[in-house]
């Protein structure tokens, strides 16, 4: 199965990254505002079903791939 | 005997000689220990994780480095009352390996910063500050991209109270939070900072404040009797 994780910043904590990106885009006259960077990991995991992967997925999450601390993350699993 | 030192070298180290150097030129028996090591040498007084950019930095920080080998073994030495001090890169794997509280984000500014920095010692009563005065100043250089510590407010204020908050800087290079330049664990026998003592030993290159803090540990070292290692 395809599993896309999404990593974000989580709310209110500073990212000096999303501040240059909508920096950067104002400069190109795009009105845009409250600009965040994250992550996208995207891979194929072995499970019997839809469930058991975005079991299997969150567990990665929690052990590697965001830090609590600051990130949130979203699981999507196809297939 | 002198006081045994592991340096641990991740792929990706690179201030791993350096801090071998350092150490043994303030007297210790210091050797380099390969990441893929199951155990630490016999003997092994304290743990020193270097500075570098273990695995790339890729994903985060240290993220990679927490689950190299020979973390377990460090991860037991320190439960036992190790002595465990992470440099830069060091201390950016010891709080993703959950050894020291909060993590390190990118620079506020996002550039790289490299240059000497004023810390000051806000305890002298720990095994990594024992020779300073508290409230003492030490140059030292910085250099990272990665160096603004944060932690949830609940948990700085806890922090704060119990006084894990071992350095601050000066003039707050990085937009750490409260200019958090180092920090101990709540035993008190793992500490993180992201200034390089290392590069601070000899007045020769500038400053040789780093040996206040090197040499303290190798003085806690000598003081206490080793931890065996062997016992998992």
Not at chain 1, 3 to 29: C, F, H, M
Not at chain 1, 47 to 68: G, H, I, K, T
Not at chain 2, 110 to 119: T, Y
Not at chain 2, 145 to 156: E, K, M, N, S
């Amino acid at each position: 199965m395809r599993a896309t994780v999404l990593v974000r910043p989580k709310e209110g904590i500073l990212d000096p990254q999303g501040q240059a990106v909508e920096q950067s885009l104002r400069k190109l006259g795009f009105a845009v505002g409250h600009a965040r960077v994250g992550r996208v990991v995207d891979f194929e995991v072995e499970a019997e079903s839809a469930e058991e992967a975005r079991e299997r997925v969150d567990e990665m999450c929690r052990q590697l791939l965001a830090n609590p601390l600051i990130e949130s993350y979203e699981v999507e699993v196809q297939g | 005997m002198k006081p045994r030192v592991a340096v641990i070298q991740f792929p990706g180290s690179n201030d791993d000689r350096d801090a071998v150097w350092a150490l043994k030129a303030l007297g210790a028996d210091a050797s380099l220990v390969w990441h893929a090591e199951p155990e630490l040498p016999d003997e092994t007084g304290a743990v020193v994780l270097p500075g570098g950019f273990s695995y790339g930095d890729y994903l985060r920080c240290g993220a990679i480095a927490r689950f190299a080998p020979i973390m377990d073994a460090v991860t037991r030495f320190a439960a036992e009352n190790g002595l465990v001090l992470g440099i830069c890169n060091g201390f950016q794997i010891l709080c993703e390996a959950g050894l020291l509280p909060g993590v390190l984000r990118p620079n506020a500014s996002l550039s790289f910063i490299c240059r000497d920095v004023a810390v000051r010692v806000e305890r002298s009563d720990t095994p990594f500050t024992s020779r300073c005065e508290p409230g003492q100043k030490l140059v030292i250089p910085i250099k990272h991209h990665d160096g603004a510590w944060f932690a949830p407010p609940d948990l700085v204020e806890e922090l704060e109270a119990r006084g894990q908050i071992l350095l601050r800087y000066e003039d707050n290079p990085n937009g750490a939070l409260d200019s958090v330049a180092g920090v101990g664990n709540e035993a008190g026998n793992v500490m993180g900072l992201m200034p390089h003592p290392e590069h601070a030993v000899d007045p020769l290159l500038g400053s040789g404040d780093g040996a206040f803090l090197l040499a303290s540990l190798l003085d806690a070292v000598a003081e206490r009797p080793s931890v065996p290692v062997a016992l998992a």
